[in-house]
């Protein structure tokens, strides 16, 4: 069974960086278009960020500016730098495909201060 992992989180004050990563088992990224999305308390959950097979990206509208996604296809790990942080950047990032998603991994809580 495919398994994700998404890693990098923390607390970080408002205008700093984190960069957060995403790998998988049993599962090629090359194949697939990918993304980040995330999940604040009491709110539904928000598309991110995505990226196609062919390196193609797109962006939510609260993050364009701010966050980039990117791939080390040797690596099979996608991440999502994500700078100039808000507050209302806090909640679980997760990864998964676009299409046909996989079973969830546990995310990656991104904590930003005021």
């Known amino acids: 069974q495919v398994q994700l992992e998404e890693s990098g989180g923390g607390l970080v004050q408002a205008g700093g960086s984190l960069r957060l990563t995403c790998t998988a088992s049993?599962?090629?990224?090359?194949?697939?278009?990918l993304g980040w999305f995330r999940q604040a308390p009491g709110k539904e959950e928000e598309f991110v960020a995505a990226i196609r097979w062919t390196g193609h990206s797109t962006y939510g509208d609260a993050v364009k500016g701010r966050f980039t996604i990117s791939r080390d296809m040797a690596k099979n790990t996608v991440f999502l730098q994500m700078n100039s942080l808000k507050p209302e950047d806090t909640g679980v990032y997760y990864c998964?495909?676009?299409?046909?998603?996989?079973?969830w991994g546990k995310g990656t809580l991104v904590t930003v201060s005021s």
């Open positions: 049993t599962l090629s990224f090359s194949s697939y278009h």
């Open positions: 998964n495909k676009i299409f046909l998603p996989v079973p």
